[in-house]
């Protein structure tokens, strides 16, 4: 159902049982699959395709032009994948040429209202972003992530899976996997280990991955002898192998 205050633009493509709520703008190269529910007064603008199943909130803007002062026009994109919810003025910004000319969202996320998803952010999947959340351009965001109410995230920063920051934080490094983040001091503060038994963890895995936190924040080694030693431990638990990678990977340099 498409309310009659609302505009969609004739390019559009919407499934026969998408619902567009009063005041709502549908742009110019929108895809909406089916069982999305647009509620009053919210603007898609396009190039953007959006899966099946998500819900958008009144006066949430997604897949507005980026506010990079680079940004010239290009046509660039939006991507969203299913079962996500996007609450009360939640903003989402497309790509541009610099990177990949691509903002993605995965599925089952939900942003909370306030939220803003600056441009080439890639957000996987399952991951909750509270109130005032607030990723900066290129920003990777894995699985399982949990980002406390007004998180600050620098730039070019990246985001482990299973990985969590309180109230108040400001990430201006990369965080590994499974490390929870101190909202008042921006400092590890252990591993994630109660949202990894609510996710079903094996408990010798959990005590692995703490090892591992151990290896890399208190044992005084450097990040590349911590490394290696997370690889050797990576033998019998995959999920110290991921710490390892990212770890390696890392361009920014981890939170210390």
Known sequence: ???ATAIVHPSAKLADDV???PYSIIGEDVELDSG???ESHVVIKGPTKIGKNNRFFQFSSIGEECQDKKYAGERT???IGDNNVFRECVTVHRGTIQDQSLTQIGSNNLLMAYVHVAHDCVIGNDNILANNATLAGHVHVGN???LGGTTAV???CHIGSHSFTGGGCIVLRDIPPFVMVNGIDHTPAGINAEGLRRRGFDKDVI???KRA???LYRSGNRAEEAVEELRKMAETTKEVGMMAEFVASSKRGIIR
């Open 1 to 3: 159902m498409i309310h």
């Open 19 to 21: 619902q567009v709520g």
């Open 36 to 38: 999305c529910v647009v």
């Open 77 to 79: 994109h939006l991507e």
């Open 144 to 146: 399982c992530v949990i």
């Open 154 to 156: 620098h730039q070019f």
């Open 207 to 209: 005590m692995d991955i």
């Open 213 to 215: 936190y151990k290896v």
